[in-house]
């Protein structure tokens, strides 16, 4: 479980790692779109934030060129291979860094593994037609995610009996498909999509009680990064939510997780750190 085969490059998960957030797109819920606006000018920009990222501790890259923000609507195969393929080719060429891929389609999936992706991340569990095929044939690490719904439906009334419980028993599912289709085991992790068809208080369930995801015996990725669950706390806007993400960076340490994906990595890497070190202690 240490350690995850990521292509040509390895990630080791005996402590947690930081995951840079890479979006390539123009409706991005966190950021507008503001780096990508301009076609032209967004592989630059792409490199150099994500270099920027690589020098503030991230272990990896994530990069993501569909918005799944609530109320998104899916963009075309095309377009989101004309995002991400051009900024994977330079990052993977210039930069020393695990690269993961932010999406559910199948060829782009292929694409990316041939062009030296190191993790395939899906939030919608390879549920896509041919989305799990795909993966297998790569023999990259799967990050599989819960999601209630869809990214247009998903905040419409979610409902739950036991959030922990169903999230639990989701992706336990997710894991034995997986297997079953030939992915090892120790190349899985499991995203219990903070954000994705969850109400304030489910997050807060979910993340009260991350530990219980440890019971599946596979890397545990946290994603709190800016997301609504703190803004409706906290009554923030996105660009305001550091300081309420960096406890549920805290927290999510102190509870297992081993993944950690953020926009600010340099606080998210000073805060895992600053965590990890007391642990160490309480032991």
Do not use: W
């Not at 993966?135 to 739950?160: D, N």
């Amino acid at each position: 479980m240490a350690i995850l085969k990521c292509g040509a490059r390895q990630l080791d998960l005996s402590s947690t790692q930081v995951m840079g957030i890479l979006n390539v797109t123009p409706d991005s819920f966190s950021d507008g779109g503001q780096l990508y606006s301009n076609q032209s000018l967004s592989i630059d920009h792409a490199l150099r934030h994500a270099e920027q990222m690589v020098a503030e501790g991230a272990a990896v890259i994530d990069i993501g060129g569909e918005s799944t923000r609530p109320g998104a609507e899916p963009v075309s195969l095309q377009e989101e291979m004309d995002r991400v393929l051009p900024v994977l080719e330079r990052l993977s060429a210039q930069v020393d860094v695990v690269t993961s891929i932010d999406t559910s389609s199948p060829e782009l999936m292929r694409a990316a593994a041939s062009l030296g992706a190191g993790i395939l991340n899906d939030v919608r569990a390879l549920g896509r037609e041919g989305a799990l095929d795909a993966a297998v044939s790569s023999g990259l690490p799967v990050c599989v995610m819960h999601m209630q719904g869809s990214p247009a439906t998903m905040q419409r009334a979610p409902s739950y009996a036991d959030v922990v419980a169903e999230v639990q028993d989701f992706l336990a599912q997710q894991i034995a498909r997986c297997v079953e289709a030939g992915i090892e085991r120790t190349q899985l992790i499991v995203d219990p999509g903070f954000g994705f068809g969850k109400t304030l208080e489910h997050n807060l369930q979910l993340l009260n009680r991350l530990d219980r995801l440890l019971e599946l015996g596979v890397p545990v990725l946290s994603g709190t990064s800016r997301k609504s669950m703190i803004g409706n706390l906290l009554d923030r806007e996105p660009d305001q939510r550091l300081a309420g993400g960096l406890a549920t960076v805290a927290l999510a340490v102190e509870r297992g997780a081993r993944i950690i994906r953020v926009h600010d990595v340099a606080a998210a890497v000073d805060c895992v750190r600053m965590t990890e070190a007391v642990l160490r202690e309480k032991a």
